[in-house]
C-alpha cells in the first residue's frame, strides 16, 4: 500500500484538530484537580485522549497527511495524558507508582526522539502495538480514577482498570524495545546533519 502524499502546509483540518487538544489540556486539568468539578475534568480528559485517532484518521481521508502533523498528533496525545496524569495524582484519583510507570517511559522516548530529530533531522514511524498500548492505557486510566473517585460502578471499573492497565503496561513497555532498535537504526543509518559539513 503507497504512502499517502503529504502536505508542508501548517494550518491543515488534522493539525488544527491537534493543536485545539493541546489548548484543552489546562481546561480539562484545572477541572480535575478542583474537587467541586473533578467528574467534569475527567471526562473532557477522556474525550481529549479518546479522539488521539481522528486527526490521523483525516489527514490520511482528506490527503493532509504533513510532517508537522506527523509530530503534532503523538506530541498532543502524550502532553494530554501527562497532564491528565498529573492532575489525577494531585486529585487523589491515581497512584503515583503507576503513573510513574507511564510517564518516566514517555519522558524517556521523547528525549531519544529530540535528540534523533537535532542530530540527524530524522524521526521514527510510530509502531502499530503503540497505538494499541497507548489505548489500552488511556481507557485504563480513566476506569481506574473513576473508581478510585468513587463515582457510580466504582468497583466494577477498578477491576476493569485494573486488568487493561496489565496488559496496557506491558504492550508499552514492548514497544519501547522495538522503539529502542528503530532508534538505533535511524541514528546508524542517518547522517549527522548537526554539523555543517563544510566546517
Do not use: H
Amino acid at each position: 500500500m503507497s504512502e499517502p502524499a503529504q502536505t508542508d502546509r501548517v494550518l491543515t483540518i488534522p493539525n488544527v484538530i491537534s493543536f485545539l487538544r493541546i489548548a484543552l489540556i489546562p481546561v480539562f486539568v484545572v477541572l480535575i484537580v478542583d474537587p467541586d468539578t473533578t467528574r467534569a475534568g475527567l471526562v473532557l480528559f477522556v474525550l481529549v485522549v479518546a479522539t488521539d485517532w481522528v486527526d490521523g484518521t483525516l489527514a490520511r481521508a482528506t490527503g493532509q497527511v504533513s510532517e508537522l502533523g506527523k509530530i503534532l498528533d503523538p506530541v498532543a496525545d502524550r502532553l494530554a495524558i501527562a497532564a491528565g496524569l498529573i492532575a489525577l495524582v494531585v486529585a487523589d484519583a491515581f497512584p503515583l507508582w503507576a503513573a510513574l510507570l507511564i510517564l518516566v517511559r514517555d519522558v524517556a522516548v521523547l528525549i531519544a526522539g529530540l535528540v534523533l530529530l537535532a542530530k540527524r533531522r530524522a524521526r521514527i514511524d510510530v509502531r502499530y502495538i503503540g497505538k494499541v498500548a497507548t489505548f489500552a492505557l488511556m481507557a485504563a486510566i480513566a476506569c481506574i480514577a473513576w473508581g478510585n473517585l468513587g463515582y457510580p460502578l466504582a468497583p466494577a471499573a477498578l477491576v476493569c482498570g485494573w486488568a487493561i492497565f496489565a496488559a496496557g503496561i506491558v504492550e508499552y513497555y514492548v514497544a519501547t524495545v522495538l522503539y529502542v532498535g528503530d532508534l538505533r537504526r535511524a541514528w546508524r543509518d542517518t547522517p549527522d546533519r548537526s554539523v555543517d559539513p563544510a566546517a
